[in-house]
């Protein structure tokens, strides 16, 4: 890292790290942008955007195709970022990184080959009631297509998963459970290590939605034991169009492939085709190459700074907005998990959160307004919709200031 904010590991300086994100120097309708709205995708350092334009400057090639010096540079550094991700999860090789268009992709590459292949009407798939409409909705496709039945394991009133219902939510026929790391709609970091644990325990395998969790939270999926990990670019610094399914080389060895076409392939006869290797068995077609490249700049950035530091910061930082908008009268906190991480997502009596987010927009304030992609958790909590402001590492105290500021300047003009 060339940046001088990256000088100091141990104590970064988050102000000086907000001076690399060139999209947050920006003034909105006449007041400096305040971008409030994390969960829904991240900015980007100046360190990615480089990345992506030295690719397509320099080394614009496809990759694992040419033998000449483009294509070889291309799939050096779409290898490398492979390697990347796979310390960044502290997978065991790399063959077991997939590189997929994002979490929503990566989740559907489970339901169609793992889920598709291996299970029968009437095995289970268990999720909680938080989940987002990414890991809800391929469920109930295959509820339809093959009959397999979707097991919702409930919540309290915290927006926390309750650890016997969850266990009781499992039988001797469920075969995955699918659950997210960390809440977009409640901030929850949910008991991973306990609850992958308990299926293991009855022979399902774990699928993590770790969209929400990869930019506040340190992952280690052998740590955790997790059998699959999804996320995307987008939440993590990194460019939309790019993620990333981990598996377990065994369960990703017996999977069939899901997309067909080059790459995938290692002989293709109208007699019939063999499939390629891991992690290319996967990766049919050109992939998104700048994607990954830009990718590789995110988590290098990220781990400059260290999850660790970004989660003590943010944890301070999510405190600090809890207690301050909680002055704000008729302002209930939807989620308030003991354990919970960058999300503050709210509702304010007899005032519509598409009227706040409108208004807020209007001061430069960006936050998310409506059903965050988890109708059902909205459902259970009696609103329609919240307005949520989530955080990066980038935000500070001011940030918190002034969305306050522009929530009370809301509210005198709707009520
Ligand atoms: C954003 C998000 C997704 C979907 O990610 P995409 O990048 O849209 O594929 C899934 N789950 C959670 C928890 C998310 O926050």
Redesign the pocket.
């Known amino acids: 890292m060339t940046s001088l904010a990256h000088n100091q590991p141990m104590t970064p300086n988050f102000e000086a790290l907000r001076a690399e994100f060139p999209s947050l120097q920006q003034e909105v309708n006449g007041k400096p942008l305040v971008y409030l709205d994390n ?1 829904a995708s991240t900015q980007k350092p100046q360190a990615v955007i480089d990345a992506i334009a030295h690719y397509y400057t320099h080394d614009n090639s496809n990759v694992h195709r040419g033998v000449h010096t483009l294509s070889q540079r291309a799939t050096d550094q779409f290898e490398n970022a492979r390697k990347k991700v796979q310390g960044f999860l502290n997978a065991r090789e790399d063959a077991e990184i997939i590189f997929t268009s ?3 992709e990566s989740i559907n590459l489970v339901a169609h080959s793992f889920v598709h292949a291996f299970c029968e009407a009437g095995d289970e798939v268990v999720i909680t009631a938080m989940e ?1 409409h ?2 809800i909705v391929p469920w109930q496709l295959l509820e339809q297509q093959i009959g397999i039945k979707l097991v919702v394991a409930p919540i309290n009133k915290k927006g926390e998963v309750v650890f016997d219902d969850f266990k009781a939510s499992l039988s001797e026929r469920t075969k995955l459970v699918a659950v ?1 790391q960390l ?2 709609a409640l901030g929850t970091i949910t008991p991973l290590k306990e609850m992958t644990e308990a299926a293991h325990a009855i022979g399902a395998k774990v699928l993590v ?1 770790g ?2 969790a990869v930019a506040h939270l340190s992952v280690d999926v052998q740590a955790l034991d997790v059998d699959f990990y999804a996320f ?1 670019g ?2 993590i610094f990194a460019p939309t169009g790019v ?1 990333v399914l981990y598996g377990k080389r065994e369960l990703l060895d017996a999977m069939p492939p899901y997309k067909a076409g080059g790459d995938m392939i290692k002989v293709v006869s109208f007699s019939g085709t063999t499939f390629n290797d891991l992690p290319h068995k996967f990766e049919a077609g050109t992939p998104n190459i700048a994607g990954v490249i830009g990718l590789a700049a995110g988590i290098d950035y990220v781990q400059a700074i260290g999850l660790n530091n970004i989660a003590a910061y943010e944890h301070d930082l999510l405190n600090y907005a809890t207690n301050q908008l909680e002055k704000i009268d008729g302002l209930n906190m939807i989620g308030t998990a003991a354990k919970k991480s960058s999300i503050l997502s709210f509702q304010i009596e007899g005032v519509h959160a598409s009227d706040l987010g409108t208004l807020l927009d209007h001061q430069g304030v960006a936050i998310r307004v409506g059903h965050h992609c988890a109708m059902p958790v909205m459902e259970f909590f009696g609103v329609d919709a919240t307005a949520r402001a989530s955080l990066a590492f980038y935000n500070n105290q001011a940030d918190i200031d002034t969305l306050v500021a522009a929530l009370n300047k809301a509210l005198n003009i709707l009520r």
């Open positions: 969960g994002g979490t929503t987002h990414s890991n997210t809440s977009n939605d969209a929400q995307s987008h939440k993620g």
